[in-house]
Structure formats: C-alpha cells, structure tokens
C-alpha cells in the first residue's frame, strides 16, 4: 500500500486547507484497509494523532482539533482527507496521513503552517 498526501500549506490563522492522503495497491490489500488517518509533528514535538476514521465511517479526533477539523473518507477513491478550519498556528505541524491493514502504512509528509 502506497500513500500520497497532498494539500499542505501556507494559511493565516482562522484560514483553512484541505488535506488529502490517496492509497494505492492492489485490490485486495485496499479492500483490507480499515482504519485511516492522520498524525501531525511539530518542531521539537512528538508525533500527535489529529483524526481517523474506519472504513464504514467511525471517526475519532484529539481534544485540540474537536469543532474545528473533520475527517472524511472516500472508499470509491481510497482517499482520506482532513478538512481543517479555524486554524491557529499551534496547528503549524508535518502533517502524516497513515492507513491500517495487518500493518500500519505510512505517507509522506505535507507541511501546514499557520501564520498568526
């Protein structure tokens, strides 16, 4: 399983930005994937989950982005984004997409920086 995050930026505070985290592979190993979702790291700071979500549409989100970001899911797609409003720049962080299988999968990194 591959995945590709875009969407990253440059906002000003209480702006928002879309991200996007599109899986790719086989048939089978998609089919497998149940959770997806994203992390986030900050200079100096440990990695953070942000939101996930299953397959069927179950989500959860760290108590710092409740109200302000949703996490969606396209099964058609195999894509997962993260709609981020209100940001405020604590939210400036790597952001990293990941799907579970048997094995977690990792994306590449899409850098959001909010300006105050």
């Known amino acids: 399983v591959q995945l590709q995050a875009s969407g990253g930026g440059l906002v000003q505070a209480e702006g928002s930005l879309r991200l996007s985290c599109a899986a790719s592979?086989?048939?089978?190993?998609?089919?497998?994937?149940?959770?997806m979702g994203w992390y986030r790291q900050a200079p100096g700071k440990q990695r953070e989950s942000v939101a996930a979500?299953?397959?069927?549409?179950?989500?959860n989100y760290a108590d710092t982005v409740k109200g302000r970001f949703t996490i969606s899911r396209d099964n058609a797609k195999n894509t997962v984004y993260l709609h981020m409003n209100s940001l405020k720049p604590e939210d400036t962080a790597v952001y990293y997409c990941y799907a579970d299988k048997v094995e977690r999968y990792w994306g590449q990194g899409t850098q959001v920086t909010v300006s105050s």
């Open positions: 592979g086989s048939i089978f190993d998609l089919n497998f994937i149940n959770w």
């Open positions: 979500i299953t397959r069927i549409g179950t989500t």
